[in-house]
């Protein structure tokens, strides 16, 4: 049990789907994240909300629209995606924190495969 | 920009061989330091992290790091490795004075293969 629960695990989508992924966490963290783990390349940093409030959006396009209703749920909708981006996608929460002090604590992703 | 990398993609070792897994990163500044753990079918999770003090850091399972600052270098030791240590492993760094959040930057994963 991570703290940090994630559905669907698996989602199939063609491209003019919408559908949305959910991560909710029970850990009294007031920071989320969204990252996109491909094969062979880094995690990357998709999105990040801090105290409810988005303060990154490293360049994503914008069929991926991220929400935090509150700061213990984050979605991901997503809409019209194409096939490239199917990949693992991984919720993380921590408690916001400057110096990195607070270690993120990851959920078990979301496999997504777009036909 | 600031990146992480991890020198070997795919690991493979015969149970009670040495492991080391290495680890650079570009900035400048100061950073901390971390290793995640991604067994299979499971979530990542925190093996080990350095702030500061003493550069050899000792995690969970009898991991442990290094940290050289003049190799901006952090790679992952482990004496004698077991089966149970098949995984994939993630090196990450976040520049401190990241601004209220933790930017974790993470190297592409090195997957350790341990045989019987």
């Known amino acids: 049990e991570t703290g940090v629960t994630q559905t669907p695990r698996h989602l199939v989508m063609g491209m003019t789907n919408k559908k949305s992924l959910k991560c909710e966490q029970h850990?009294?963290?007031?920071?989320m994240y969204w990252y996109k783990q491909s094969a062979k390349k880094p995690l990357e940093l998709m999105f990040v909300y801090s105290l409810e409030e988005r303060v990154e959006n490293n360049s994503v396009p914008s069929r991926f629209s991220p929400e935090c209703p509150n700061s213990s749920h984050l979605f991901l909708h997503l809409h019209t995606l194409q096939p490239e981006d199917s990949a693992l996608y991984l919720c993380a929460s921590s408690q916001a924190s400057g110096t990195g002090s607070s270690p993120l604590h990851f959920g078990n992703g979301t496999r997504l495969t777009v036909t | 920009a600031q990146s992480v990398s991890q020198h070997n993609h795919h690991v493979i070792l015969s149970e009670a061989a040495s492991l080391e897994l290495g680890c650079n990163y570009s900035y400048g500044g100061t950073v901390n330091l971390f290793w995640y753990v991604q067994y299979p079918g499971q979530h990542l999770q925190l093996l080990l992290k350095?702030?500061?003090?003493?550069?050899l850091v000792k995690g969970i399972k009898g991991f442990e790091a290094e940290f050289i600052k003049s190799k901006f270098s952090f790679n992952l030791r482990k004496p004698s490795v077991q089966w149970s240590d098949t995984a994939e492993y993630f090196c990450?760094?976040?520049?401190?004075?990241?601004?209220?959040?933790?930017?974790?930057?993470f190297g592409a994963g090195t997957r350790l293969a341990v045989h019987p």
């Open positions: 850990l009294g963290h007031n920071a």
């Open positions: 990450a760094v976040i520049p401190r004075g990241s601004g209220g959040y933790n930017k974790l930057i």
């Open positions: 350095y702030f500061s003090g003493d550069p």
